[in-house]
């Protein structure tokens, strides 16, 4: 059964930084995309970025495009997201998902979550 864990959130004041990270067990990740999304309090659960499975190709929200992003390293089954330049309203649960691909929409496995919280 593939489990995904979250690591690396915390709280960090506007401007800062934060590298998340997800490992997964049980499971090669090497032939699935994987992605990051986020869940606000009050708010549905967003995409913010992912990656395929090669690390060929990457894909992100609007809104953080040139501040977040995203990796991973097979060998170590391991995926990465780095925030830059964080604000406030980044403030959220962040949760790592597999997927059969990249779009929003392809990713069916979750992990647990990890509360990021930027304060101004």
């Known amino acids: 059964q593939v489990r995904l864990v979250e690591s690396g959130g915390g709280l960090v004041q506007a401007g800062g930084s934060l590298r998340l990270s997800c490992t997964v067990s049980?499971?090669?990740?090497?032939?699935?995309?994987m992605g990051w999304f986020r869940q606000a309090p009050g708010k549905e659960r967003e995409f913010v970025a992912s990656?395929?499975?090669?690390?060929?190709?990457?894909y992100y929200a609007d809104f953080v495009k040139g501040r977040f992003t995203i990796s991973r390293d097979n060998a170590i089954h391991t995926t990465y997201l780095q925030m830059n330049s964080l604000k406030p309203e980044d403030t959220a649960v962040y949760y790592c998902?597999?997927?059969?691909?990249?779009?929003?929409?392809?990713?069916?496995?979750w992990g647990q979550g990890t509360q990021v919280t930027v304060f101004s």
């Open positions: 049980g499971h090669v990740i090497s032939s699935y995309a």
């Open positions: 990656i395929s499975w090669n690390g060929g190709s990457t």
């Open positions: 998902a597999r997927g059969v691909a990249t779009m929003p929409q392809d990713f069916a496995s």
